[in-house]
């Protein structure tokens, strides 16, 4: 079992940064890969970025290429998504995840993921 806690949601302005934070509990975060996905209103929820078990594979989605990067520490049990150049588009309810270590292709799939957190809510003001 892992639970999920996200923080560093909050209101920014466009072209602002924001770090979100995800801390795991349980002593086999290291054998997971993490993921970022986000849900605006009315849109279906959409991956972000991932980041392999080890740390050294990262996924993103195209749309924040070059923006947004992600990053683990296991020895403290948290996942990170550092969000630069931040747009109004940006704005939605952030999850992280957790997905037993897989291939290139599920890591982009919410569905495959086993565990998720609450959610932290992310708002950029034009």
């Known amino acids: 079992q892992v639970q999920l806690v996200e923080r560093g949601g909050g209101l920014v302005q466009a072209g602002g940064s924001l770090r979100l934070s995800c801390a795991a509990s349980?002593?086999?975060?290291?054998?997971?890969?993490m993921g970022w996905f986000r849900q605006a209103p009315g849109n279906e929820r959409e991956f972000v970025a991932a980041?392999?078990?080890?740390?050294?594979?990262?996924y993103y989605a195209d749309f924040v290429k070059g923006r947004f990067t992600i990053s683990r520490d296991n020895a403290k049990n948290t996942v990170y998504l550092q969000m630069n150049s931040l747009k109004p588009e940006d704005t939605a309810v952030y999850y992280c995840?957790?997905?037993?270590?897989?291939?290139?292709?599920?890591?982009?799939?919410?569905?495959?993921?086993?565990?998720w957190g609450q959610g932290t809510q992310v708002t950029v003001s034009s």
């Open positions: 980041v392999s078990w080890s740390g050294g594979t990262t």
């Open positions: 349980g002593r086999t975060f290291n054998i997971y890969d």
């Open positions: 995840a957790a997905i037993k270590s897989t291939n290139s292709y599920n890591i982009k799939l919410g569905y495959k993921y086993d565990y």
